[in-house]
């Protein structure tokens, strides 16, 4: 059974940088497309950025140039940097997979989830 568990959520000022990692056990990882959403209170869930099997990554407009998406087939972790962070950056995080190898921004692709992290950014 395919599990994950994010780290490294916190409250940073505007324009500070976090680091979220996401360790998925149970699973083939090296063969998984790895996604990161978001959720802001009285929102629906969002994709944020994702990493293919074959290293190939892809953003959300709103986050583009200011994270970077990463991963690590020996540790079985993929890690989003979040730099310039911004108030509406807040919300928590999510780490899923889709179990495949391509890669998708669509909630309904996503098979497996985290618990989440929580990022707040204060202004």
């Known amino acids: 059974q395919v599990r994950l568990v994010e780290s490294g959520g916190g409250l940073v000022q505007a324009g500070g940088s976090l680091s979220l990692s996401c360790v998925l056990s149970?699973?083939?990882?090296?063969?998984?497309?790895m996604g990161w959403f978001r959720q802001a209170p009285g929102k629906e869930r969002e994709f944020v950025s994702g990493?293919?099997?074959?290293?190939?990554?892809y953003y959300t407009d709103s986050v583009k140039g200011r994270f970077t998406i990463s991963r690590d087939n020996a540790k079985n972790t993929v890690n989003l940097q979040m730099n310039s962070l911004k108030p509406e950056d807040t919300a928590r995080y999510y780490c899923?997979?889709?179990?495949?190898?391509?890669?998708?921004?669509?909630?309904?692709?996503?098979?497996?989830w985290g618990q989440g992290t929580q990022v707040t950014v204060s202004s």
């Open positions: 899923t997979t889709s179990g495949k190898r391509y890669g998708s921004s669509r909630l309904t692709d996503y098979a497996y």
């Open positions: 149970g699973g083939t990882f090296s063969s998984y497309n």
């Open positions: 990493i293919t099997s074959f290293g190939g990554t």
